[in-house]
Each structure stands twice: as structure tokens, then as C-alpha cells.
């Protein structure tokens, strides 16, 4: 913008005569910073070409300068934990996260972080699809962004099962009865998945 702008238009002007330039002053937007929204643009100073300017009784139109957002993708990293472990949502200042379209050598610090499924100590084991949702960046104006968020998968691992705990111990008639409890903490595994042994022998 500025002297020697041929971005406009003209009606009026006689005998074939033709106008070369204008000035064309912008009230903003013209930066690579500028914010999304609409500027005025105001031409001026109409010259050049075969025309007189003396001859003509000029109204000058002003135009509009639009800024649009650009094209922001923010994707969460994929997240696991442990079967038994609970993990808090959302999470707001997370890391865990790329992104691709961030214009002016402007940077995100961070955002939050949501899981959709699978962040509860019995979530059973598995991968949850999408379910590490992202939102809300930090350290940058979203506006001027048309921001697409692309969700990541939740893996839910299996844990080694602890050992049971032995409770009391009841001699019979031939028989020993045994009490055990699972741990809480045991991948899902039942008691009755333990292998118990006294005195060196298996039973």
C-alpha cells in the first residue's frame, strides 16, 4: 500500500481517459502481526494515465482490507498408564502436545489436556481411541487461529499381579484351609490365579 497503487476502480471519467495510479492508505492489517478483523482502505491522489485531475470533481470510495485467520493444527501426544492408576481431567498447562501453523514466529506453551475414557483406576486394560483430547492453547491469540485439534489414542497397560496376602491358617479333619486376599493392585488377577505353596510343596 501507499503511492502507485492500481487496486481500484473508477466511473466518471471522459473522451477514453484513463487514471494510472492512486494512493491507497490503510487504516491497519497491512503487518504479518496484524489481528484478524476488517481495516479501511482509503485511495487518494489519483494520477498518471491521460486524464487531468483538474478537470474532474473527484469523490474517492474507500475499500475494505480483511485479515483472515490462519490455519492452526494442534495435536495431543498419545498418553498410557497403568492399570489401577487414575489419571486427573483435564490438565491444563500440559506439553504433551505439536503443533503446525503458527504464523510470526509465535509459539504455544502449553494447553489442556482432557482424556475422554479410560483415565479411571478400572478403566480396563486396552486402547481407548481419541480419547486424549486437547484444547485451549497458552501464548497465543486464538482468534487470529482457525484452529484444528486432533486427538490422540489412551493405552491402558496391564500390571504384574502382586502377591496375595495370607490370612488364617484353620487345620480339620485332613484338611488345611487357607485364607488369602488378592491385592488391590493386581492387573485384574484373581486369586484364583495364584499358585500356592507350604513348606516347599504345592497344593
Known sequence: YGTGQTAFTSSGLQNSETIGSVTITASGGTAGNAAVGSYTLTPSAATGGTFTAGNYSITYNTGTLTVNAAALTVTADPASKNFGVTLSTP???????????????ESISSVTISYTAGAASN????????????SAPVGI????YSITYNSANLTV????PGAPTLGAITPGDGQLSVAFTAPASNGGASITDYQVSLNGGSY
Open 91 to 105: 490438565v491444563a498447562g500440559s506439553t504433551n502436545f505439536t503443533s503446525s501453523g503458527l504464523q510470526n514466529s
Open 157 to 160: 497397560n496391564p500390571v504384574a
Open 141 to 144: 491469540t486464538t482468534s487470529n
Open 123 to 134: 478403566s480396563v486394560v486396552g486402547v481407548y481411541t481419541n480419547a486424549v483430547v486437547p
